[in-house]
Antibody
Framework: EVQLVESGGGLIQPAGSLRLSCAVSGFDVDDHYMTWVRQAPGQGLQWVSVIYPGGSTYYADSVRGRFTIARDAAKNMVYLQLNSLRVEDTAQYYC????????????WGQGTTVTVSS | QSVLTQPPSVSGTPGQTVIISCSGTNSDIGSNAAIHWYQQLPGTAPKLLIYSNNQRPSGVPDRFSGSKSGTSASLAISGLQSDDEADYYCAAWGDSLSINYVFGTGTKVTV
């Protein structure tokens, strides 16, 4: 069964760091386009980052330089390292598998909540 | 980064057809980008509803249909049901010069 399970969210102070994890089952993470999407409380969806099968990574302007997407093929995991966190980074973070290059997001995890507050 | 524009809300009665619009620019929808639509039921993760402008993943009822023209797209829900009450988002990849996936502002459908 194809499944994505996120973990690692929590309450963190501004300027702090957090690492989100996404445990993948049913396919190999290094063969597919994996992304992170976030949703602030009561707000819409925002794309955060993508990692290509070849390893290339891309980020939304709002997180570039602060967030890092990575994967571990041996553990079949995808990660999102969140540094220099801001209050506006508070959101539900979803790990998502894309259908392919420049394609739709067809498999979503249940999400993990990050709250940035002092 | 740009955002695709949707009406905040749309409402209809059971059995009716509602249409949700999605307006973009030449840098996203107008750049030959495929449009995707997602449905988010209350308290749940989004679900892919339409990909490649008008294609339905397996399991999505044919009551949901998508179309695209120029810099705009639309999602039609026919035979509206109470279970369709949710938030709907259009989305598209921006042009290949800047890797960026843009979501619409979202539309709340009330039945």
């Amino acid at each position: 069964e194809v499944q994505l399970v996120e973990s690692g969210g929590g309450l963190i102070q501004p300027a702090g760091s957090l690492r989100l994890s996404c445990a993948v089952s049913g396919f190999d993470v290094d063969d597919h386009y994996m992304t992170w999407v976030r949703q602030a409380p009561g707000q819409g969806l925002q794309w955060v980052s993508v990692i290509y099968p070849g390893g290339s990574t891309y980020y939304a302007d709002s997180v570039r330089g602060r967030f890092t997407i990575a994967r571990d093929a041996a553990k079949n995991m995808v990660y999102l390292q969140l540094n220099s966190l801001r209050v506006e980074d508070t959101a539900q973070y979803y790990c998502v598998k894309a259908r392919g290059w420049f394609d739709a997001f067809h498999i979503w995890g249940q999400g993990t909540t990050v709250t940035v507050s002092s | 980064q740009s955002v695709l524009t949707q009406p905040p809300s749309v409402s209809g009665t059971p059995g009716q057809t509602v249409i949700i619009s999605c307006s973009g620019t030449n840098s996203d929808i107008g750049s030959n980008a495929a449009i995707h639509w997602y449905q988010q039921l209350p308290g749940t993760a989004p679900k892919l509803l339409i990909y490649s402008n008008n294609q339905r993943p397996s399991g999505v009822p044919d009551r949901f249909s998508g179309s695209k023209s120029g810099t705009s797209a639309s999602l039609a829900i026919s035979g509206l049901q109470s279970d369709d009450e949710a938030d709907y988002y259009c989305a598209a990849w921006g042009d290949s010069l800047s890797i960026n996936y843009v979501f619409g502002t979202g539309t709340k459908v009330t039945v």
